[in-house]
Antibody, heavy 128, light 106 residues
Framework: QLQLQESGPGLVKTSETLSLTCSVSGGSISSTYHYWGWIRQPPGRGLEWIGNINYSGNTYYNPSLKSRVKILADMSKNHFSLTMTSLTAADTAVYYC????????????????????WGQGTLVTVSS | SYELTQPPSVSVSPGQTASITCSGDELGSKFICWYQQRPGLSPMLVIYQDNKRPSGISERFSGSNSGNTATLTISGTQAMDEADYYCQAWDWNTAVFGGGTKLTVL
């Protein structure tokens, strides 16, 4: 059974850089059938997609966050990471990692896919 | 930027059918997904590619997508279905989520 686990600091200072890691077990992040993604949810609010990475290291980012975000994958450790710079209080959120499903009934898509399963999430608070 | 609009809340009586809508420009031309998020838990996929159910998801969950509106239908609603539901689609290379609908089972 595939499981994802986020890890990282719970508290980050304003203007600093956030680094999170998503460790994957029960499956390989080098699979060509899946990509891997980060999504966040501010307290009491909705979901916001941050970005995806695929087995070749190609990345896809939310345009609203692209200038501050970088996603990398480490195939040897079977984990992928998120780095976000220039943090403000607006970046306070629960950060989730998830597997991105993209193949169904013989067709595979770069986008048009779905996130399943999700990690348990990690709360990141940005404060001065 | 592309937007998906959901009603903030929907109420349903136990055993009845709940319908949650998601609206967006030419949404029917895109694949829609639906996620359930129970309080304090991570989101869980309940519908993908408009109307497909992942393994383990009850047959009570179904989906449709046409024109500018997608609908998640929950038949025989149970107390355990009380949760927030989010729709999601792709606009070019950007994943977009709806604002979420709180389903209350009265």
């Amino acid at each position: 059974q595939l499981q994802l686990q986020e890890s990282g600091p719970g508290l980050v200072k304003t203007s600093e850089t956030l680094s999170l890691t998503c460790s994957v077990s029960g499956g390989s992040i080098s699979s060509t059938y899946h990509y891997w993604g980060w999504i966040r949810q501010p307290p009491g609010r909705g979901l916001e997609w941050i970005g995806n990475i695929n087995y070749s290291g190609n990345t896809y980012y939310n345009p609203s966050l692209k200038s501050r975000v970088k996603i990398l994958a480490d195939m040897s450790k079977n984990h992928f990471s998120l780095t976000m710079t220039s943090l403000t209080a607006a970046d306070t959120a629960v950060y989730y990692c998830a597997r991105f499903g993209r193949c169904s009934e013989g067709s595979c898509y770069t986008t048009k896919g779905w996130f399943d399963p999700w990690g348990q999430g990690t709360l990141v608070t940005v404060s001065s | 930027s592309y937007e998906l609009t959901q009603p903030p809340s929907v109420s349903v009586s136990p055993g009845q059918t709940a319908s949650i809508t998601c609206s967006g420009d030419e949404l029917g031309s895109k694949f829609i997904c639906w996620y359930q998020q129970r309080p304090g838990l991570s989101p869980m996929l309940v519908i993908y590619q408009d109307n497909k159910r992942p393994s383990g998801i009850s047959e009570r969950f179904s989906g449709s997508n046409s024109g500018n509106t997608a609908t998640l239908t929950i038949s025989g609603t149970q107390a355990m279905d009380e949760a927030d539901y989010y729709c999601q689609a792709w606009d070019w290379n950007t994943a977009v989520f709806g604002g979420g609908t709180k389903l209350t089972v009265l």
